[in-house]
T-cell receptor, first 115, second 115 residues
Framework: QQQVKQSPQSLIVQKGGISIINCAYE??????FPWYQQFPGKGPALLIA?????SEKKEGRFTISFNKSAKQFSLHIMDSQPGDSATYFCAASKRGSSNTGKLIFGQGTTLQVKP | GAVVSQHPSWVICKSGTSVKIECRSLDFQATTMFWYRQFPKQSLMLMAT?????????EQGVEKDKFLINHASLTLSTLTVTSAHPEDSSFYICSARVGTLYGYTFGSGTRLTVV
């Protein structure tokens, strides 16, 4: 119930295209869903995050779509650029209980944007 | 704002020795910090949660005596890998919750190589 499942494992997109990464969770107590971008040898950096009271959040070229009933959320990267080539992780956390604040990460998606 | 500084960025040590990794919150007080381990091309695995002034909470399967965590102040948490072995070679990343919000910020990671 603590798992967050992420797909696809890898993704190749042409420059200017749309990159879509999906995540699914089981624990309905999760109430914070961030996406992180990680470059080789670096720590993850927060891209965008959403709470379950909204269905979509957009920041620049990055959009999170959230489907509470399906327990799924996705990251859309519009106009993908070669500089977006990185590994992307979805995550989830909940407040309250002894597990307060723990981020549960998805398996990661390696994105390659071809020029 | 909300920067976490992690040192060293890389370290090579001999088998059997101990290595200390520091994680500092530069512009905020971090009551709670998290330590992750990441193997190549894999996701972040939470090792432990450290709370200022109290004992760390370790995830199942993580050896407490091998991975010593100290969170003596609101701005510093340390991870000491004791009696390191080659299988401990990995990328270690710390993270901190930012205030009472859901946000988490990550350090830049430490690449540990045990020879």
């Amino acid at each position: 119930q603590q798992q967050v499942k992420q797909s696809p494992q890898s993704l190749i997109v042409q420059k200017g295209g749309i990159s879509i990464i999906n995540c699914a969770y089981e624990n309905t107590a999760f109430d914070y869903f961030p996406w992180y971008q990680q470059f080789p040898g670096k720590g993850p950096a927060l891209l965008i995050a959403i709470r379950p009271d909204v269905s979509e959040k957009k920041e620049g070229r990055f959009t999170i779509s959230f489907n509470k009933s399906a327990k799924q959320f996705s990251l859309h990267i519009m106009d993908s650029q070669p500089g977006d080539s990185a590994t992307y992780f979805c995550a989830a956390s909940k407040r309250g209980s002894s597990n307060t604040g723990k981020l549960i990460f998805g398996q990661g998606t390696t994105l390659q944007v071809k020029p | 704002g909300a920067v976490v500084s992690q040192h060293p960025s890389w370290v090579i040590c001999k088998s059997g020795t101990s290595v200390k990794i520091e994680c500092r919150s530069l512009d905020f007080q971090a009551t709670t910090m998290f330590w992750y381990r990441q193997f190549p091309k894999q996701s972040l695995m939470l090792m432990a949660t450290s709370n200022e002034g109290s004992k760390a909470t370790y995830e199942q399967g993580v050896e407490k005596d091998k991975f010593l965590i100290n969170h003596a102040s609101l701005t510093l948490s340390t991870l000491t890998v004791t009696s390191a072995h080659p299988e401990d070679s990995s990328f270690y990343i710390c993270s901190a919750r930012v205030g009472t919000l859901y946000g988490y910020t990550f350090g830049s990671g430490t690449r540990l190589t045990v020879v």
